[in-house]
């Protein structure tokens, strides 16, 4: 299995300001998901990042709004661009196990616009 | 959309019951996964069953699959206050050319001591 961190752990923004999140997996992965989870809601993907190449997004997600980096087989961010109070979420990311199908997932960056 | 549909959308139950959670879905799978979160954090992998199989155990968990009906059902026997959280289920197969883990509603699980 794979541990994953993420920070900040929470944060409280102004709208119309911008917030990245980091993702650091202790193994070499391929691929890294980014989810939201809106309050009460379940888990949508935003976007999947490989390394050395561009952010797949899903429908309904831009890169203006959710630039992704993807440095490195360890490590993404997330920006959350020009918020607003509608980006209050769960920020989740994600790996896919070595050997098997299950997603391993970091603790969540809960973030508030006020 | 491929996205499962739990039912139901909140249990409570008195510690020491069992809890039977129910998922259905839309189009074909590979497998579907079972996940855990606790109060709005990471989530946790608690078991997956593959289109070919119909039921798997893991200590507590039972999970079945009627691939005919496209459901699946997560039983948790013997229920404790820890097992409080919500329980999503997620089904995956290739959407759109990739392959891709979508998620249900959840179901919100209260055990109560």
């Known amino acids: 299995s794979a541990v994953i961190s993420q920070k900040p752990s929470r944060d409280i923004c102004q709208r119309g300001t911008s917030l990245t999140i980091q993702c650091q997996v202790d193994?070499?992965?391929?691929?890294m998901f980014w989810y939201r989870q809106q309050p009460g809601q379940s888990l949508t993907l935003i976007a999947t990042?490989?390394?050395?190449?561009?952010?797949?997004?899903e429908s309904g997600f831009v890169i203006d709004k959710f630039p992704i980096s993807r440095p490195n087989l360890t490590f993404s961010t997330l920006t959350v661009s020009n918020m607003s109070p509608e980006d209050s979420s769960i920020y989740l990311c994600?790996?896919?196990?070595?050997?098997?199908?299950?997603?391993?997932f970091g603790p969540g960056t809960r973030l508030t616009v006020t | 959309s491929q996205q499962g549909e739990e039912d139901p959308q909140a249990l409570s139950i008195q510690e020491g019951e069992n809890a039977t959670m129910n998922c259905s879905y839309k189009t074909s799978i590979n497998n579907l996964q079972w996940y855990r979160q606790n109060s709005g954090r990471g989530l946790v992998h608690l078991i997956l069953i593959r289109s070919n199989e119909r039921e798997k155990h893991s200590g507590r968990l039972r999970v079945t699959l009627d691939t005919s009906k496209k459901s699946s059902s997560l039983l948790i026997t013997a229920s404790r206050a820890a097992d409080t959280a919500s329980y999503f289920c997620a089904t995956e197969g290739v959407i759109q050319g990739a392959q891709k883990l979508v998620f249900g509603q959840g179901t919100r699980l209260t055990i109560n001591p």
């Open positions: 193994s070499q992965v391929t691929m």
């Open positions: 990042a490989n390394q050395g190449s561009e952010a797949t997004y």
């Open positions: 994600s790996v896919d196990g070595a050997e098997t199908y299950e997603q391993y």
